[in-house]
């Protein structure tokens, strides 16, 4: 049994970002169901929740990241299964990542994420936050637009969604 923990402990600890400190909640993991869901509808994505994304190409820089990162959600444009044997690590960046607040979780460590996010290519980063029921959309590092209400339109990849629907 003391193999079998060891052997899990040293798994958790290279998840790299993934700790146990910003674990999802009851309402994190909704509003990442909602949105899974939402964005499935478009019809003109795929939709991937915590997808391991290779950074090793940002190396040991100012990023603060590992040779992976996990968002809570991402886009990619169409694309079959990766059959029959599954992708491990994602070389190709996603469209757009969402990152889910939870309760245990910092912004900074969010943000940080975000510029590396934008390093390595993606187009859109959201930041969502459940209790205060607010989306802000990153278009770069440091523009960004704020939904409370009405529809959060991302206008880097033509998408608009009701705020209510997020946090249904």
């Known amino acids: ?10 798994a958790v600890e290279e998840r790299g970002e993934r700790e146990f400190e ?12 909602n949105l899974a869901h939402l964005f499935k ?6 939709v991937y929740i915590e997808l391991s994304l290779d950074s090793s190409s940002l190396g040991s ?8 990162i996990i968002p ?19 070389t190709e960046m996603p469209l757009l990542v969402a990152e889910i607040l939870s309760p245990r979780q910092g912004t900074d460590a969010i943000f940080q994420k ?22 802000q959309v990153y278009s770069q590092p440091d523009q960004k637009s704020r939904f409370a209400s009405g529809i959060v ?3 880097k990849l ?8 997020i946090f249904e």
């Open 41 to 46: 509808q478009l019809g003109k994505y795929a």
């Open 72 to 90: 809570d959600l991402c886009l990619y444009p169409q694309r079959p299964w990766s059959l029959p044997r599954d992708t491990m690590r994602m």
């Open 153 to 155: 339109i991302d206008k």
């Open 1 to 10: 049994m003391r193999q079998l923990d060891l052997t899990m402990s040293e």
């Open 158 to 165: 033509n998408i608009e969604i009701p705020v209510a629907e």
């Open 22 to 33: 910003d674990t999802g909640s009851h309402n994190h993991s909704r509003v990442q169901a």
């Open 114 to 135: 975000f510029e590396a996010y934008f390093a390595l290519g993606v187009q859109s980063c959201w930041f969502i936050e459940p209790t205060a029921l607010i989306v």
């Open 61 to 68: 820089t100012i990023f603060q990241v590992k040779d992976e």
